[in-house]
């Protein structure tokens, strides 16, 4: 046992040493005043998060502001007019009055009258200064010892946190302060009277209340001047914790008679020009706006600036009566002996806990035990201030908190180091007493070493193949799912181009292809778990003709509606811009995602889409701006000023779900590409997706405009209550009943939500149970000049061929499939193509043939496409021609891979025959063929078809002249829409008007919004 204790006290030796050096370091540093701002502060903070106490009802303050010296005409306010006002409460039998305002000398007109007033006043009480740059009191008053002196006592950072009862005047006569001469003759009406209290009689007492002066020796103010009869100054409030009321109410009788009656009040200048006010602890910082918000009234009040005079004497007036008639407890501090009893007793527990936690078995097996503790510590030294504030508040005790806080923390953080070292110590003890047992193993050892050794480097080669696998994973699953639906929507676009199908094949044929982008999406979403599980995701954005691309996604989404059999509805406005900078897939994604939720949640009513700009501006380019119109590219105005055509302001038309749906935005003409930026990525060790400045930033793209877009998706559902809100942008978290639940894996939020974010957005959302949501986002995007944009089912028909010399293409492709769809989609319009199944194969062939381009898988076998690309760029006949890497690996760094090795473009699988051939368009500066669109009516409404001979034979009858204006001003002002609209009404009103709607129908189907407006115009008499 003897030993036990002994080994006990040895290891606790250092807390007799830390403990009380700690203390006395932090004593040191609080008589020296260095924590004393600190202390203060936190005192300030205190009064700030308090409760907040009732007004003040026993107190009336008669200000004299701004709109008064207006009104009045001059400051000092006239004598005559002071006189007027004291009369007129006087009427109103106060209790006591309080002249909060310096009258030494006359103030005319009226001093007779102000005279007068105080001689006949018997409770008016007026002040003077006594401490600092004196000030005489009103003559009149002083005669009759009705005078009070009104100084405060500021700190050293020039808050008033302390009151005056009574000092010394200049020739050493002992007078009562303002507030305390004011509260005496209240008290004296209840009966109260002051005492003298205490063992030592030192003490006052009024009623319940004791009043102890500070001393030099007491905590918070240790060499601090305490001249006079000080106590600390427990706040009621700022100036609306008072009645008040302004004195061009008192002088025209405004007030209450009730107001003033059997009350104090107080007359003083809250103006600001008159510069009478001190900083207090509601005051607001230099660097710190204090502002505070009691939720049990919900009402927040706080200071712009210092605090008046007059409010100051208020709460001193207030804080005697409430401890005289309702015991409200005094701001009490302890003496310099407690404080450093206070101090050393938490320095105890930071070095005597510290050491305790350290041992504890849960916290000694840890790595960051030491911050661990450390942390706990620091609770604990919350958990102190907290303490600190609840006793301030319920016992009105000011007790120090920085300065233990400042204890207790270093008491723990010198207890560390001491226990690191302890243990560093005792370890080396064990590994000498374990060294000395290893040299009896030595010639054992060496062999079991080398046996070790070898099993470590068979963990470590299976650990980095095991490693390998995992990054080549997400690699490999994407190459192997895109390459089969490279083929199907190869075909489907290959199919769209065949002039022979009717419009129901086409049509087929579209939902094919629209579908197997949502099945590539799709698939997407699932890999992007893993991404998100790896925590990391990219984006790369590129050029986006926007009409095709928001029409593509109302496509894939009206499928799904159409089998709910309820609406979706496009708004799209006309001054939508034609070419936007964005990551087009994640865009797509996360549209798809929002829309596709939309619907699944609603059984009745409807979805609505909607795209909207909010916001357009331009970016280093001078006095240039952008105006956005109808998604008409025009030249016009001075300088770089870009204008779209007409038609801003215009709202879009709604577009219901069916089959036929178009775009309204007209495919604009060439104009030259944005430079490519260079790909995003972003990952975080916190679950959180972030680029660098939260945005899609591109080089060298400052002199592009920029739009605001709100791409909007409200439906008519079941809506969401407050608790499913907190949940659905949470991984595998899905709301509603168990049957939509199984609909879906819960991912589509998470991820879009970190799209978004990476985007530098955010999904908004509203939701009413019952009613239905509203999900909406706010992107930032560039406004870009859209190159020719490649249509195979545009309105210059399909691309038949380019003018010059026939190109030779050379393909290297391992698949077959993948290079029998590039050989159907170039051959037939005037290409020339040579194949190689690998890129040995390639590399002898473009030394053959010399091809004007070149077309590359990136895996083969025997030689791949980065190897055969880099020994083509090293000859010289082969530096400039261009290289295409294709390929189904789509990360940032195959790109960047395909790119060093000598790439000038890369295409990502499934091949879009459009990317295909904008970029054998940009790579060989080719000038397309197009095919000359037959007129041909499309089908009937009916569903049967019409032949051009028919359609000559039959009658064009025309609507009425106004219906003709209608459809006129409607294509004049670009509203596709709103015209294909009317023109199926106008079907349905009489089967004679078909032959002049199909042709409208026809051109509103191809975006011709031209063409529409010169066939109505035929019409029609402009003049």
């Given amino acids: 046992m003897w030993q036990r204790l002994k080994k006990l006290f040895w290891q606790w030796r250092f807390a007799p040493i830390v403990a009380p050096s700690v203390a006395g370091v932090i004593i040191a540093g609080r008589t020296a005043g260095l924590f004393q701002l600190l202390e203060w502060a936190t005192l300030d903070r205190f009064f700030l998060l308090r409760p907040q106490e009732p007004v003040e009802e026993r107190i009336v303050i008669v200000t004299i502001g701004e709109s008064d010296l207006t009104k009045i005409g001059q400051w000092p306010v006239p004598d005559g007019i002071l006189a007027d006002a004291i009369k007129k409460i006087k009427t ?81 006569a002992i007078k009562l302060s303002l507030a305390a001469r004011l509260s005496l003759i209240y ?64 002088l025209e009788n405004k007030i209450d008679p009730n107001l003033v009656r059997d009350r104090i009040v107080l ?76 101090i050393f007793t938490w320095s105890a527990i930071g070095t005597a806990g510290t050491w305790m936690l350290l041992e504890t078995k849960q916290i000694k097996q840890t790595v960051f035990s030491g911050w661990i503790v450390l942390g706990i510590i620091l609770l604990a030294g919350g958990g102190l201030i907290a303490g600190c504030f609840i006793i301030f508040v319920w016992a009105g005790w000011w007790l120090p908190a920085i300065a233990p806080v400042l204890a207790l923390t270093l008491g723990a953080v010198v207890t560390i180091v001491y226990h690191n070292q302890w243990q560093l110590k005792k370890t080396n003890e064990q590994l000498e007493l374990a060294n000395d047992r290893l040299k009896d193993y030595s010639r054992t050892l060496e062999s079991k070493v080398k046996e070790r050794t070898q099993e470590l480097k068979e963990a470590k080669i299976a650990a980095d193949s095991a490693n ?93 509606a159409q089998h709910k059999e309820i609406l979706l509805t496009y708004e799209g406005q006309p001054e939508l811009p034609a070419g936007i900078w964005a990551d087009e897939k994640r865009l797509r994604q ?41 998604g008409e590219l025009g030249s016009g105005g001075q300088g770089d000023k870009e204008t779209r055509g007409q038609g801003a302001g215009e709202q879009g038309a709604g577009v219901q779900a069916r089959e036929g749906t178009e775009g309204n935005s007209p495919i604009p003409p060439t104009l030259p590409t944005p430079p490519t930026p260079p790909t995003l990525s972003a990952s975080s060790p916190n679950d959180e997706f972030t680029t660098e400045n939260s945005k899609l930033k591109t080089e060298n793209y400052n002199s592009r405009p920029m739009a605001k877009i709100r ?102 492709e391992d698949e077959w499939q993948n290079r029998a769809l590039l050989r159907n989609l170039l051959e037939g319009i005037g290409f020339t193509l040579a194949e190689a199944t690998n890129g040995k194969k390639g590399l002898e062939l473009a030394l053959e043939l010399c091809p004007d381009l070149i077309i590359t898988d990136l895996v083969m076998p025997e030689m791949d496409g980065f190897e055969m690309m880099r020994q083509l760029r090293q000859l010289p006949e082969f530096a400039e021609v261009p290289i295409i890497a294709s390929s189904a690996r789509v990360y940032a760094s195959d790109r960047q891979k395909s790119k060093e090795a000598g790439s000038n473009d890369f295409l990502p699988k499934p091949i879009s025959t459009e990317a295909l051939l904008f970029k054998l368009q940009s790579n060989l500066g080719l000038e397309w063929i197009y095919e000359e669109r037959s007129d041909r009516l499309s089908s009937s409404t009916d569903g049967t078809e019409t032949n051009e001979g028919d359609a000559s034979d039959r009658e064009t009858i025309l609507p009425s002249a106004e219906e003709l204006l209608e459809l006129y001003e409607a294509a004049r002002r670009g509203l596709i829409f709103q015209i294909q609209e009317q023109a199926e009404k106008l079907q349905q009103q009489d089967e004679r008007f078909v032959p002049f709607t199909r042709e409208i129908i026809q051109f509103c189907e191809d975006f011709e919004i031209e063409k529409v407006q010169d066939f109505i115009a035929s019409y029609i008499d402009l003049d």
Avoid at 206 to 235: C, H, K, W
Avoid at 268 to 293: H, K, M, Q, W
Avoid at 523 to 533: A, F, G, W, Y
């Fill in 92 to 172: 109103q039998k106060p209790r006591a009055i309080g002249l909060s305002i310096y009258r030494d000398l006359p103030v005319p007109p009226g001093h007779k009258e102000l005279v007068g007033a105080m001689e006949s006043t018997e409770n008016l009480i007026g002040i003077e200064r006594v401490i600092e740059q004196p000030v005489a009191p009103p003559p009149t008053l002083n005669e009759v010892d009705r005078v009070a002196i009104a100084d405060l006592v500021t700190d050293s950072d020039g808050k008033v946190r302390r009151a005056l009862m009574s000092a010394a005047d200049t020739k050493g």
């Fill in 187 to 250: 008290l004296e009406k209840e009966g109260i009277s002051l005492e003298a209290a205490g063992k030592n009689q030192q003490y006052l007492r009024l009623g319940q209340a004791i009043f102890v002066p500070l001393t030099e020796d007491q905590s918070g103010f240790v060499g601090r001047d305490v001249g006079g009869y000080q106590i600390l100054l427990n706040y009621r409030g700022p100036k609306e914790r008072f009645q008040v009321v302004s004195i061009q109410d008192v």
């Fill in 267 to 342: 007359i003083g200048s809250t103006a600001t020009s008159i510069n009478d006010f001190v900083r207090t602890p509601y005051s607001r910082e230099n660097t710190t706006s204090l502002t505070v918000c009691q939720e049990s009234s919900q009402q927040c009040f706080g200071s712009n600036s210092e605090m008046s005079g007059v409010i100051v004497h208020a709460n001193v007036i207030s804080q005697i009566l409430s401890g005289a008639l309702e015991g409200r407890p005094m701001l009490r501090v302890w003496n310099q002996m407690l404080d450093w009893v206070w």
């Fill in 468 to 560: 390998a696998a995992k990054s080549e994973f997400l690699a490999n699953m994407s190459h192997e799912l895109r390459t089969p639906l490279n083929g199907i929507l190869g075909y489907a676009q290959i199919f769209q181009t065949d002039s022979s199908l009717g419009k129901e094949q086409q049509d087929g044929i579209d939902i094919i292809y629209q579908c197997g982008k949502h099945l590539l999406t799709l698939i997407e979403d699932i890999l992007d778990l893993s991404k998100i599980e790896a925590r990391k995701m990219e984006m790369n954005p590129g050029e986006i003709y926007f009409p095709s691309f928001i029409q593509g996604i109302v496509e894939i989404c009206k499928v799904k």
């Fill in 590 to 630: 996360v549209l798809i995602n929002l829309i596709g939720n939309a619907i699944k949640f609603t059984d009745e009513g409807g979805v609505t889409f909607k795209v909207e700009v909010l916001d357009t501006w331009a970016l280093g380019m001078g006095n240039g701006e952008l105006a956005i119109g109808n």
């Fill in 711 to 812: 791409f909007q998706v409200q439906d008519t559902g079941v809506g969401m209550t407050k608790e499913q809100l907190e949940k659905i942008f949470l991984p595998f978290e899905q709301v509603g009943s168990k049957e939509r639940q199984a609909e879906g894996t819960g991912l589509g939020l998470a991820i879009s939500h970190k799209i978004v974010k990476m985007m530098g957005s955010a999904i908004q959302v509203e939701s009413h149970l019952g009613k239905g949501s509203k999900f909406w986002i706010d992107l930032e995007l560039p406004v870009i000049e859209v190159g020719s944009q490649i249509s195979i089912k545009g309105g210059q028909g399909a691309i038949a061929g380019y003018q010059g010399k026939q190109r030779l293409i050379l393909m290297v």
